[in-house]
């Protein structure tokens, strides 16, 4: 049961909502119980011959009334006791959503969406219907069942213990495959991650499998995802589905003991025939007890597997937080420096980035280049900490890093991605994600400086204009110049833009840089590209390679030096002509 501890804060704040929800289960179980007894009193004037009339709808009326009482107190204990269940549903996934969204990246390099997935639905599911029909099971469990038996026991103890016998057998079979449960449960939420993962992979890449013609081979992967899945369930029914035969069997069982020795008490009077019958119908109300007992170990065993599933993710710390003591004043020069900086991923043994020394001051338009794999996505991925960095080696501001707030820092570095990220919204709406209260200008200032007006006002609906999932309706090129939009309205201090032209073509680069230098002003700008042509427009350019810090100077300083950077920069001009040249001859 510790897993179920998590909950406890939820069912503190519904106290007043689950005391009146099982005090009107517990009436619901009462009204049950009296009913026998007035069937009871019913049979034995019918036997003795003394029943009227009047008696009799005095005592139709009783049953009625009783029943319109059960009718009256269900609908309050479903109302809140499963009210109650689904805030706890509501309040257990937002947690988790809001914990999702604190932990770092290094957390999501490892982590499997479509797992997450599943916790925030099967999982919480499972603990929905422990804490709403696993409750009433437990209640009725007890109280119906112990209530019941004291009726029986009134009746008569002899016929009772007789009835009873079989039932110890039942808690002994529940018990011995509880922990068999609680194991296969685990292994169907695993296949159920598994399947929920294939499923929003083959959906994400739809265009990808089209483009390859790879419907049918996705389609068999999914099957057979699906099929693993079936067995998986079907592995844990055969145990779970085992308990509702076996405690009707029991409980049928008792029925024919008490057939047998309650219908000898009743022959030879030691019970009344009234009797015989009420405590037939309390055996009979002992049989929702008896199963119930099954389908709550079944829900609180789904329950507590999928708590574990939770709680390892609420128990997973973020690798990057605010230190106990951060600065309170706000990031506003944009100056960087760097002192022998040294980065390796999780994981990895060998570093990414490798004693690197930066100076950076306010206002300079810098440029961090090299080829693929020197560290330049890794380098701007430490400004705004997406990943921690050692203590001393990285300043912004004249202050060490870790001294600013995240919620500060992130808030005064904007980042633009290599991979760029559109959400199936209007442009506007994408556009002004980090800024949702921009005015029109602003947001058409944004789009002007990033090179993408023109084309946002030939759309249909120009800034109203829906975009598909992802971005879909929109090239590689106009997808990076949105997000260079949606930065450029959050007039941060610092800007860092992650190779984002690698999909427009050289032209409209210079175009789009241009256009930053008279939007930008005093805004410190890190510009990571491969495309060296672009980086005339530096003030200073930093050279990578294999992570370490290899020559540093403006363009002309650089190939003056006839190093790394000029030996690039020679490759992709002899690259340019070549490609050129095939294109002439084509035409």
Not at 212 to 219: G, P, R, V
Not at 360 to 373: A, N
Request: net charge neutral.
């Amino acid at each position: 049961m510790n897993p179920y501890r998590i909950l406890l804060p939820y069912f503190r704040r519904n106290l007043g909502i689950l005391a009146l929800g099982i005090s009107s289960l517990l009436l619901v179980d009462f009204l049950q119980l009296f009913i026998p007894r007035v069937i009871k009193l019913a049979v034995d004037e019918l036997t003795s011959y003394q029943a009227t009339s009047t008696q009799l709808l005095k005592y139709g009326g009783m049953v009625l009334a009783l029943a319109l009482g059960i009718v009256a107190f269900r609908f309050v204990w479903r109302r809140c006791l499963f009210g109650h269940s689904r805030q706890v549903e509501e309040a257990l996934r937002n947690r988790l959503f809001a914990h999702l969204q604190t932990l770092s990246y290094s957390y999501f390099d490892q982590a499997n969406t479509g797992d997450l997935m599943a916790h925030a639905t099967n999982d919480v599911q499972a603990v929905q219907l422990a804490t709403g029909m696993g409750l009433v099971a437990l209640t009725d469990t007890i109280v119906l069942g112990t209530a019941a038996i004291g009726f029986m026991l009134y009746i008569n103890p002899t016929l009772t213990l007789i009835a009873i016998l079989p039932m110890p057998f039942i808690a002994l079979f529940a018990r011995s495959i509880s922990k068999i449960f609680y194991e296969r449960f685990q292994r169907v939420q695993a296949s159920f991650s598994q399947l929920t993962e294939r499923a929003r992979e083959n959906l994400a890449g739809i265009r990808a499998i089209k483009a390859y013609t790879q419907e049918t081979a996705e389609t068999n992967r999914f099957d057979q995802t699906g099929r693993e899945y079936i067995a998986e369930n079907l592995r844990m029914v055969k145990i779970g589905g085992l308990f509702s035969p076996m405690s009707l069997l029991l409980t049928n069982l008792s029925m024919a003991l008490v057939l047998v020795f309650g219908g000898k008490l009743t022959i030879l009077n030691t019970i009344s025939i009234g009797d015989f019958v009420a405590f037939n119908s309390y055996l009979l109300l002992l049989t929702w007890p008896m199963m119930a007992l099954g389908w709550m170990i079944n829900l609180f065993q789904r329950g507590s597997a999928s708590l574990g599933r939770i709680q390892a993710i609420l128990n997973t710390a973020p690798e990057v937080a605010d230190m106990p003591e951060v600065i309170g004043k706000h990031l506003t020069q944009g100056t960087i420096e760097s002192r022998g900086l040294t980065f390796s991923y999780p994981g990895s043994n060998f570093p990414a980035l490798e004693d690197l020394d930066l100076n950076i001051k306010p206002g300079q338009l810098v440029g961090i280049v090299g080829r693929t794999g020197s560290g330049k996505t890794t380098l701007c991925r430490l400004f705004p900490r997406l990943y921690d960095v050692p203590p001393g080696q990285l300043y912004l501001d004249e202050e060490e890093i870790h001294r600013w707030s995240l919620e500060e820092l992130r808030r005064a570095i904007a980042v633009v991605p290599q991979d760029p990220f559109i959400f199936a919204d209007t442009v506007r709406a994408n556009i002004c994600f980090g800024n949702p209260h921009a005015g029109d200008d602003e947001i058409a200032k944004a789009a002007e400086a990033a090179y993408f007006l023109d084309e946002i006002l030939a759309m249909p609906q120009q800034f109203e204009t829906l975009l598909g999932e992802r971005g879909v309706t929109l090239s590689g090129g106009q997808k990076q110049r949105l997000t260079l939009a949606r930065a450029l309205l959050l007039s941060t201090p610092l800007l860092v833009l992650d190779d984002c032209f690698s999909s427009v073509d050289l032209v409209t680069e210079l175009a789009i840089l241009t256009n930053l230098r008279r939007y930008l002003k005093d805004r410190t700008t890190l510009i990571a590209s491969h495309r060296l042509e672009a980086m005339r427009a530096a003030d200073v350019i930093y050279v990578l390679d294999g992570g370490r810090l290899r020559e540093q100077g403006s363009h002309d300083q650089l190939l003056a030096q006839k190093g790394l950077y000029a030996a690039l920069y020679r490759r992709q001009k002899l690259e340019a002509e070549l490609y050129e040249e095939a294109g002439s001859g084509k035409q």
